[in-house]
């Protein structure tokens, strides 16, 4: 067993050199929520999502190059082919695999918890912000409460703060250093388990891609330097 999963790794890894000499490989991101991805006081990409992207990469030998893209049109311009692979911390849902294809997870699911200004807060009948096009926006569409969608995640923050939203709902490590930081603001009602975990998604066609970092992703979960890289940023939870 062991010999086999060496060779399929070794497989992928050639892969991923005869498709590093045909072209750079495109990795498109938010760079909008830290710390799985932000533009730093550089202008460059950074985050959790940057360094393992650089990462697996560099294992799979493949040349690779970063490019920004809004949220809200993120999966559409995987599929016109203006990147080759989203790495943005995007969950893995059954609803997303029917456009696009995913690579195993590279983070386990992440907690979603709701943040609001006061104790009081109703998440199940009141009103509640998020990301448009996100797995906590589709759960408060179906939960009851009234929700209100924004184009980025500091959009959703600011409607709380301003009294448009009685609370927003999102991953809890892009929430924790915002809670963190404002003395009013505050985790209220009970964290949400929400979608697969977090992968890179590619397009349909793009097979020997998707088994390159595929074996790239193993190899770090394998040595254990993806749980490193996870307690780093406080991203999720460590696999097992």
Do not use: H
Request: charged share 25%; hydrophobic share 40%.
């Amino acid at each position: 067993m062991k010999k086999l999963v060496l060779s399929t790794l070794a497989l992928a890894v050639a892969g991923g050199m005869a498709m590093a000499q045909d072209k750079t490989i495109r990795l498109g991101t938010e760079g909008a929520y830290a710390p799985w991805n932000f533009v730093n006081d550089a202008g460059e990409i950074d985050g959790f999502e940057r360094e393992l992207g650089d990462e697996l990469c560099a294992r799979a030998e493949l040349t690779c190059e970063w490019v920004k893209n809004d949220w809200d049109s993120i999966i559409p311009n995987l599929v016109g082919g203006n990147y080759d692979v989203i790495i943005a911390g995007m969950s893995i849902t059954d609803e997303r695999d029917e456009v696009i294809d995913f690579t195993q997870n590279y983070t386990p699911p992440d907690p979603s918890a709701y943040a609001g200004m006061s104790e009081g807060v109703d998440v199940e009948g009141g009103v509640i912000a998020a990301q448009t096009g996100t797995i906590q926006a589709g759960y408060v569409a179906e939960s009851g409460a009234t929700l209100v969608e924004f184009a980025t995640p500091e959009e959703t923050i600011a409607a709380v703060r301003n009294g448009e939203a009685d609370a927003v709902l999102a991953d809890k490590s892009f929430l924790a250093p915002v809670v963190a930081e404002d003395s009013d603001m505050m985790f209220v009602g009970d964290d949400v388990a929400l979608g697969g975990g977090v992968g890179m998604g590619v397009r349909e066609s793009d097979t020997e891609l998707k088994e390159t970092f595929d074996a790239a992703i193993q190899s770090m979960k394998d040595d254990g330097s993806l749980n490193e890289l996870i307690k780093k940023w406080e991203v999720a939870s460590t696999f097992e």
